[in-house]
C-alpha cells in the first residue's frame, strides 16, 4: 500500500543554492497503519520471542554476566553498519588495554557505543524518561573523543545535515531544516512518552526508529543512537527487564534492504514494508540471543561440572572461571581485581582451567599474558562472523 509522503518538503535558501528538506509528520502515521493478518501475526510472533527472551533473563544465574556481553555485541554490531571494523575480540582486548587486530580508534568507538548504552541505562533507571535529555547524555558519551569535538557533542545539529551527495542540492535525503528541529523533537518526544495516546511497546518502537532516522537531530551518531534507541524504548517501556537484545545483527545481515525500507517510508508513507521487516528482525534477533544464552549456560555448567573435580582448587578455580565470564578475554591481572584473590592463587587457577582445556593462553608472554575462555567467545561471536 502506498500513502501520501508522511511529512512534507520545505524550500531552504542558502547562500550557494536552494534545496527542499523533508520535515516529517507527527507520529502515529495517518492514514491509519493497514494490520493485515500477516502483519499481525509478525508482530504476535516477535513478542513472544521477547517474552522467551525476557523470561529466560530473569531466571539466569548468570544473567548480568551475559547482559555484560550481549550489550557488546549490539554495539559491534551497530558500529559495523556505519563502517567501523572492530570485532567483539578486538573491543574486548581493548578493554583490558590490549592492542586488537584493527586500528585502535575503530575499537574505541566501539567502546563508547558501549558507554553510550549504558548511560541511557543509567538515566532511566535514575528516573529520567525517554527524552531529548536523554538521548543528548547519551551522545555526549558517543562523541567524546577528539574527533567528535566539530560534531557538537550532547547538542541538537544547529547548521543542516543531508545523506548521500556532496551537498544538499544532490544528496539522496535531506532532514529537516534546523528551524524545524524544535516542533519536531518536541512531538517525538511526547510519542515516545505516550501522549496523546499510548502506542503498543513494540509498535512504538518501530515507529520512532523511523521518525528519530528521519529527524537526524545530530551532526553525526545517529545510526548508532537510534538502533540504541530500541532496546531502550523496550526496556522503558516493560518489554524487557535488561537489554539482552541485538537487533543490529539482523539490520547489518540485511543492510541494504534496511536502509531501502527507511528511505521508502519518507518518499511513499510505505510503514506497512517496514513494520513487517522490523517485527521479523525483532522475532530473528530475539530468538538468537535466546539461543545464545542458552547455548552459554550449557557450556558454563558443563565447565563448572568439570572444576569440581578440582579438590580443595574448587572454591578459587569457580571464582576465575566466573569473572571470565564477564571478561571472556582477560589478563591474570584483571582476574585478580575482579575476584580479590592473590595473583598467586589467579595463576594457579587458570593453570587447572588450562589444564582442563578451559581456559587458553593468547599471548606467550611471561608477564601480563592474556587468557581466553575460548569456547565462551566462540558462542559469542559466531553469529557476528556469518554476518556479510
Not at 563508547?112 to 532511566?124: F, M, N, T, Y
Not at 527507511?262 to 538468537?288: I, M, P, Y
Request: proline letters at 7%; hydrophobic letters at 45%; a neutral charge.
Amino acid at each position: 500500500m502506498h500513502r501520501r509522503p508522511p511529512g512534507t518538503y520545505v524550500e531552504v535558501a542558502t547562500t550557494d543554492e536552494r534545496f527542499k528538506a523533508f520535515v516529517p509528520a507527527p507520529l502515529p502515521p495517518e492514514p491509519a497503519i493497514a494490520w493485515s493478518p500477516t502483519l499481525r501475526r509478525c508482530f504476535d510472533d516477535a513478542l513472544m520471542a521477547l517474552g522467551r527472551l525476557d523470561a529466560l533473563s530473569a531466571h539466569l544465574p548468570n544473567a548480568a554476566l551475559l547482559l555484560y556481553s550481549f550489550i557488546r555485541k549490539e554495539a559491534v554490531l551497530s558500529s559495523q553498519i556505519e563502517g567501523t571494523q572492530s570485532s567483539l575480540a578486538d573491543l574486548l582486548l581493548y578493554e583490558i588495554d590490549e592492542q586488537p587486530g584493527v586500528p585502535v580508534e575503530d575499537a574505541r568507538e566501539v567502546s563508547r557505543c558501549v558507554a553510550a548504552l549504558e548511560q541511557g541505562l543509567k538515566s532511566l533507571r535514575g528516573g529520567l524518561p525517554l527524552s531529548m535529555r536523554l538521548l543528548c547524555g547519551m551522545h555526549k558519551v558517543l562523541m567524546s573523543h577528539p574527533g567528535g569535538r566539530g560534531k557538537t557533542p550532547g547538542e541538537v545539529r544547529r547548521s543542516q545535515v543531508w545523506i548521500g551527495g556532496t551537498r544538499p542540492g544532490n544528496a539522496a535525503f535531506v532532514p529537516p531544516p534546523v528551524n524545524a528541529l524544535a516542533d519536531c523533537l518536541k512531538l517525538f518526544e511526547q510519542f515516545l512518552n505516550d501522549v496523546p495516546e499510548p502506542t503498543p511497546p513494540l509498535i512504538k518502537a518501530a515507529l520512532a526508529h523511523v521518525q528519530f532516522e528521519t529527524i537526524h537531530p545530530f551532526l553525526d551518531g545517529n545510526g548508532r543512537l537510534g538502533r540504541l534507541l530500541i532496546v531502550l524504548q523496550l526496556v522503558a517501556d516493560g518489554v524487557l527487564r535488561a537489554p539482552m537484545l541485538y537487533p543490529s545483527l539482523y539490520f547489518k545481515t540485511h543492510r541494504a534492504l534496511y536502509y531501502d525500507l527507511l528511505n521508502a517510508v519518507r518518499l511513499h508513507g510505505d510503514w506497512e514494508r517496514w513494520l513487517d521487516f522490523f517485527a521479523e528482525g525483532v522475532q530473528v534477533s530475539a530468538s538468537q540471543a535466546t539461543g545464545t544464552a542458552n547455548a552459554l549456560l550449557a557450556l558454563v555448567n558443563t565447565d563448572r561440572d568439570r572444576i569440581a573435580s578440582l579438590g580443595r582448587a574448587v572454591p578459587s578455580a569457580i571464582a576465575v572461571h566466573q569473572a571470565m565470564q564477564k571478561q571472556p578475554l582477560a589478563t591474570s591481572a584483571a582476574l585478580v581485581k575482579a575476584t580479590r584473590l592473590t595473583p598467586a592463587t589467579v595463576n594457579k587457577s587458570l593453570a587447572h582451567l588450562e589444564r582442563l582445556g578451559i581456559v587458553a593462553e593468547l599471548t606467550n608472554r611471561q608477564r601480563d599474558r592474556v587468557f581466553s575462555y575460548r569456547r565462551y567467545v566462540d558462542e559469542l561471536t559466531a553469529e557476528l562472523e556469518s554476518t556479510p
